[in-house]
């Protein structure tokens, strides 16, 4: 079930590059959905291929007349490179060029009178969302995220998996947010915050400002002598 904003009634789509983000758009959107993927379009520098995915690629300058807008409409699930600006870059190239977006919304999610999504949004299965969210455009939410009620997520912000938002979170523009990072009741992450895996932010957090926790050292013992030690105490 989708959100209210979001129609099933079938699109041709065409997709910003031709890297792992836009093959991994078109596996879901060709699986999932009945909407159509048309074409590519990159950057003229990027024009090495004819056809990616058996499907037409073109130089961005020359994607209005391959693929008018008045037919067909756009698709830019690039990842977070530059804190998201690059996808938010071509977001806004291609809504400069006439073209109407589409959002993604894996049917596992069950968000329709829930929440709010806005335009060029990639939110994969099985995502947890209580009533009256709000996502932005240019959203990328990967697998099994807890977005809590009344939050608030941003234009162009990327949360990978297991991301927990609780209730009442503001998550500001072009932050990111590692996997398994926990937003505490009421918190505000400021535009352009990174907030790494397994964080926990339970304090408002400045514009710009970097949140990771150290990585886990090793014990120190080899992992055959640790389980014949563990099982000793089992």
């Not at 792992?20 to 959905?33: I, L, M, P, Q, V």
């Not at 037409?56 to 007349?65: H, N, S, T």
């Not at 240019?138 to 939050?151: E, F, L």
Request: glycine share 8%; net charge neutral; with cysteine.
């Amino acid at each position: 079930m989708a959100p209210e904003n979001y129609t099933d009634r079938p699109q041709r789509i065409v997709i910003f590059g031709i890297g792992k983000g836009a093959d991994t758009a078109r596996r879901y959107f060709e699986s999932d959905t009945r909407h159509e993927v048309v074409g590519y379009v990159v950057d003229r520098e990027f024009l090495g291929t004819a056809k990616f995915n058996n499907r037409p690629v073109v130089a961005v300058e020359d994607a209005v007349k391959a693929f008018p807008p008045t037919e067909i409409v756009a698709f830019a699930p690039l990842g977070a490179s530059r804190m998201n600006a690059l996808r938010a870059e071509k977001y806004a190239l291609l809504k400069s060029m006439g073209y109407a977006f589409i959002s993604y919304v894996h049917s596992s999610n069950r968000i329709a009178g829930k929440c709010t999504v806005g335009e060029n949004c990639f939110i994969l299965e099985n995502q947890s969302v209580n009533f009256d969210a709000a996502i932005g455009n240019n959203v990328v939410i990967w697998s099994g995220c807890q977005i809590g009620d009344r939050s608030q997520i941003h234009d162009h912000v990327f949360m990978a998996a297991h991301v927990v938002i609780n209730g009442d979170v503001v998550i500001g523009e072009s932050a990111y947010l590692g996997s398994n990072c926990n937003i505490s009741n009421g918190a505000r992450v400021a535009r352009l915050s990174f907030i790494g895996a397994n964080a926990l932010i339970t304090k408002d957090t400045e514009e710009c400002s970097v949140h990771v926790i150290e990585h886990t050292p090793p014990l120190g013992m080899d992992s055959l002598r640790f389980v014949r030690l563990i099982r000793d105490f089992m």
